[in-house]
């Protein structure tokens, strides 16, 4: 009789046991990956900011100001407003191609010219519109140098 119990803990059991524990250091392993990818993640995002800031401070600056609000009826603000928060394929067009009238976002109207920046890399624009889209109390998603490249392809 004992020798059955021993066998059937050996054959049935002993399985099972093993498989629990394969997938307990699966888990382990698949919650590792995932938290290393966020952490990559937000380093990317970290740095595409700190590059974008800069980039920010060369081009746009005196325009929308070093808090993002803009000056009123010239400049829009680019705190909280749909442009920002909104389509990436519209912000990547603006940069590349300016604006030459005025401009209405959110119901105010701007009437500043804003001249286009076709000479700033993939990079630099990606950079610096996910600086804005993630400054100013604004929370958006990254925008990476390949929409930008896609955009300028049909942007003539």
Wanted: hydrophobic share 40%.
């Amino acid at each position: 009789m004992k020798m059955k119990r021993l066998l059937f803990i050996s054959l049935i059991l002993l399985p099972c046991f093993l498989l629990a524990q394969t997938k307990k250091t699966v888990t382990k392993s698949a919650t590792a990956t995932k938290t290393k990818a966020t952490v990559a993640s937000a380093t990317a995002l970290k740095n595409s900011i700190d590059r974008g800031k800069t980039v920010y401070a060369t081009y746009c600056l005196a325009c929308h100001q070093a808090d993002g609000s803009g000056v009123p009826n010239m400049n829009p603000p680019i705190i909280n407003t749909s442009w920002v928060l909104g389509s990436k394929t519209v912000l990547i067009q603006q940069i590349l191609k300016g604006s030459a009238n005025k401009v209405e976002i959110d119901g105010e109207k701007f009437h500043n010219t804003m001249p286009a920046q076709p000479q700033l890399t993939d990079q630099q624009i990606a950079d610096v519109l996910t600086f804005v889209r993630n400054s100013f109390g604004n929370k958006a998603s990254i925008v990476t140098p390949a929409e930008v490249k896609a955009v300028r392809a049909k942007t003539k």
